[in-house]
């Protein structure tokens, strides 16, 4: 069953940037498009960014609007690991953050909007807390 860990959450001042990281537990991501959720106190969990697997095309990349311009999603297959990058960060950003693989089409021109939680493959894992705060 598909299931990744994640890390690199922490307490930060708004205005500050955090890096968090996602690796997938005992297979290889390469193939897989990848999303980033996040779930805020007593709010339900929604998607926030995500990363086409680019396999013989141009990779494709989104971002909610609440992010859009301050966070980067990049992907390293050479160290199966998927990033986002977090700059400028707010305290509507607080929350745990969760890595999924999702289906191909939710992270697509198609779609074209935040990949809804319902679609992503396995189980959860634990999440990174960040937590933006001064």
């Known amino acids: 069953q598909l299931h990744f860990v994640e890390s690199g959450g922490g307490l930060v001042q708004p205005g500050g940037s955090l890096r968090l990281s996602c690796a997938p537990s005992g297979f290889t991501l390469d193939n897989y498009v990848i999303g980033w959720f996040r779930q805020a106190p007593g709010k339900e969990r929604e998607g926030v960014s995500c990363v086409s697997n680019g396999n013989g095309r141009r990779r494709y990349e989104y971002y909610d609007d609440s992010v859009k311009g301050r966070f980067t999603i990049s992907r390293d297959n050479t160290k199966n690991a998927v990033y986002l990058q977090m700059n400028s960060l707010k305290p509507e950003d607080t929350g745990v953050y969760y890595c999924?693989?999702?289906?191909?089409?939710?992270?697509?021109?198609?779609?074209?909007?935040?990949?809804?939680?319902?679609?992503?493959?396995?189980?959860w894992g634990q999440g990174t807390q960040v937590n933006v705060s001064s």
């Open positions: 999924a693989a999702i289906g191909s089409y939710y992270c697509s021109s198609s779609y074209g909007k935040s990949p809804p939680p319902g679609v992503a493959f396995g189980s």
